[in-house]
């Protein structure tokens, strides 16, 4: 294989056109099961003499002259050739991943090209993911998320690639609509035993599930990261340790001899601390969909959801006295006073210094469709280590429902 022999643009334009390239695949494993979840399509170049040229030789070029798009078009074309061959043949379901450049978004008819060749071939979209990685993301924002959204729109999932490199930034994530988040290989070392390389892997697999994103782990390649990406509930894993890129040919056969399912592992002996809360979050929000914090010392709140409560108009974050008052406002007339007396600042640092634990008042709230249901908010003081405020947790439920 040669990796750092030099060609000139021309020179891979000619070898793409006379179909030296070849879709390489590497599957990608569901990380609790085993069992194969879908591909990612790599670009090699096998050259007349047999010799393979990786990607770090031809995409450089590549990428600098703009002509990268000719790859990945070509790429594109042969992995929707490949699914069309293995639908006609039986019910093929496993998705393929495939890298696009940045360049594409000065493409005019990138999204109409990507819908015309996936439909000449009959392929439903779910099974065409379109890479993209987050540098691009991160350098030419606006289009990009432009680009993300139309492509998006079209029913072909999108997955960020590279997360976690070079010019990361939490926030672009949370501005572009996403399916999958590929966590790249550098955040993990041999055996992730670094205590800050843990929490950080950790916490972005947290927010990535908060988002509701799909996460795949790249360059996995040793039993202690699988043991470690599973308890963080990575949900795919894409490595060496299972499989290298590999022609058209092994790829079917590893998909024909794929296993059985093998029967999961049981979650709870596996799991983390994080993914215990996650766990003990969803089964608050079952009890009680509406869940305040509150400083009292400091009159403000923080409210962490209010899916599926009667009335949802509230505001997420503000003044406390003001979430008062608009709570109030939405109340039976005859229960405002009350509600207002309970919930008075004053009134709960007093019971608070005399000990409290809890303050509870059920009132008649107005809900969206306009009926009155009887509504319970209970106030738990709670304590954080790092300050002397006065915190309250208000869990609030319908008990009409
Ligand atoms: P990528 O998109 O991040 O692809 C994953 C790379 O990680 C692949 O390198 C893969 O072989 C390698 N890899 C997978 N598992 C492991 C592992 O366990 N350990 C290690 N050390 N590496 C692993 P590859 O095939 O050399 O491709 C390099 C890059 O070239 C790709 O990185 C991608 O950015 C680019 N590339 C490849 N094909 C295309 C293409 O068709 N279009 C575009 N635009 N870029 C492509
Ligand atoms: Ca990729
Ligand atoms: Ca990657």
């Known amino acids: 294989?040669?990796?750092?022999?030099?060609?000139?643009?021309?020179?891979?334009?000619?070898?793409?056109?006379?179909k030296e390239f070849r879709v390489?695949?590497?599957?990608?494993?569901?990380?609790l099961t085993n069992q194969i979840r879908g591909a990612e399509a790599l670009a090699r170049w096998i050259r007349p003499d047999g010799t393979i040229v990786m990607p770090g030789a031809?995409?450089?070029?590549?990428?600098?002259?703009?002509?990268?798009?000719?790859?990945?078009?070509?790429m594109y074309r042969e992995v929707c050739a490949?699914?069309?061959?293995?639908?006609?043949?039986?019910?093929?379901?496993?998705?393929?991943?495939?890298?696009?450049?940045?360049r594409h978004v000065f493409e005019e008819n990138f999204v109409t090209t990507l819908c015309a060749i996936a439909d000449a071939c009959k392929i439903p979209r779910r099974l065409l993911v379109v890479e993209i990685t987050e540098s691009a993301l991160v350098e030419c924002e606006e289009s990009v998320l432009r680009l993300v959204e139309s492509v998006r729109a079209e029913g072909f999932p999108?997955?960020?690639?590279?997360?976690?490199c070079g010019l990361s930034s939490l926030s672009f994530v949370k501005d572009v609509s996403s399916d999958i988040l590929k966590i790249d290989k550098s955040l993990l070392s041999h055996n992730c035993e670094d205590e800050k390389e843990r929490i950080v892997l950790e916490s972005m697999f947290t927010f990535a599930h908060r988002l509701k994103m799909l996460t795949v782990a790249?360059?996995?390649?040793?039993?202690?990261?699988?043991?470690?990406?599973?308890?963080?509930?990575?949900?795919?894993?894409?490595?060496?340790?299972?499989?290298?890129p590999m022609p058209e040919e092994d790829f079917l056969t590893l998909c024909k001899e794929m296993p059985i399912a093998e029967k999961a592992e049981d979650i709870?002996?596996?799991?983390?601390?994080?993914?215990?809360?996650?766990?003990?979050?969803?089964?608050?929000?079952?009890?009680?969909?509406?869940?305040?914090?509150?400083?009292?010392?400091?009159?403000?709140?923080?409210?962490?959801?209010?899916e599926n409560f009667s009335a949802r108009s509230c505001p997420s974050t503000g003044v406390y006295e003001e979430l008062i008052a608009h709570g109030a406002a939405t109340m039976h007339p005859e229960d405002r006073e009350l509600f207002r007396e309970t919930f008075r600042i004053d009134k709960q640092m007093e019971a608070y210094r005399r000990g409290e634990k809890v303050i509870r008042v059920v009132t008649r709230q107005l809900g969206d469709d306009g009926v009155y249901r009887r509504a319970e908010t209970s106030n738990y003081f709670v304590k954080n280590p790092s300050s002397d405020d006065v915190l309250v947790i208000s869990l609030c439920k319908n008990l009409d429902d």
Do not use: H
Not at 25 to 31: H, L, R, V
Not at 58 to 74: A, G, H, M
Not at 158 to 164: E, N
Not at 278 to 299: H, K, Q
């Open 1 to 18: 294989m040669t990796e750092k022999a030099t060609f000139s643009v021309q020179e891979i334009l000619d070898a793409i056109r006379n």
């Open 24 to 31: 390489y695949y590497q599957p990608q494993y569901d990380a």
């Open 58 to 74: 031809f995409i450089p070029p590549l990428e600098k002259s703009d002509q990268i798009v000719e790859l990945d078009w070509y």
């Open 82 to 102: 490949f699914l069309k061959r293995e639908r006609e043949r039986g019910d093929w379901e496993i998705p393929i991943s495939i890298n696009f450049s940045r």
């Open 158 to 164: 999108i997955a960020i690639d590279d997360f976690g």
């Open 218 to 244: 790249e360059g996995v390649e040793t039993r202690e990261q699988l043991g470690f990406l599973r308890t963080c509930g990575c949900n795919v894993i894409q490595g060496y340790l299972f499989a290298k």
């Open 268 to 306: 709870l002996t596996i799991q983390s601390a994080a993914s215990a809360m996650r766990l003990l979050t969803d089964a608050i929000f079952l009890c009680y969909p509406l869940v305040i914090f509150s400083n009292l010392s400091r009159n403000s709140f923080y409210m962490m959801a209010y």
